[in-house]
Nanobody, 121 residues
């Protein structure tokens, strides 16, 4: 019913930048929150940043001052601009959205397939 498609991952040197994008599609009535999580090998998935439809943002301490989340509500798309990347930012980054569909009018969480971000030292 809802698909999240991420793009923008890749390999970058420490200090470099990447911009991730995630577009949601399907029978979407409303999206309350869109955000990014990441999971490094051997670690639990953790929040990177999220943003409500009203523009409120929430960042993990690890990304404050370096990462910026933005959102285009008309396009159901969320972005993550990552600057001053560090090797410890290496992880698979997953897009998440809390969505109401036309068929199921209750909030459900959906996930993208993940995009690899690798930061070399």
């Amino acid at each position: 019913q809802v698909q999240l498609v991420e793009s923008g991952g890749g390999l970058v040197q420490a200090g470099g930048s990447l911009r991730l994008s995630c577009a949601a599609s399907g029978s979407i009535l409303s999206i309350a929150v869109m955000g990014w999580y990441r999971q490094a090998p051997g670690k639990q998935r953790e929040l990177v940043a999220d943003m409500t439809s009203g523009g409120s943002t929430n960042y993990a301490d690890s990304g404050k001052g370096r990462f910026t989340i933005s959102r285009d509500n008309a396009k159901n798309t969320v972005y993550l601009q990552m600057n001053s990347l560090k090797p410890e930012d290496t992880a698979v980054y997953y897009c998440n959205a809390r969505v109401q569909t036309y068929a199921i009018r209750r909030w459900s969480d959906y996930w993208g397939q993940g995009t690899q971000v690798t930061v070399s030292s």
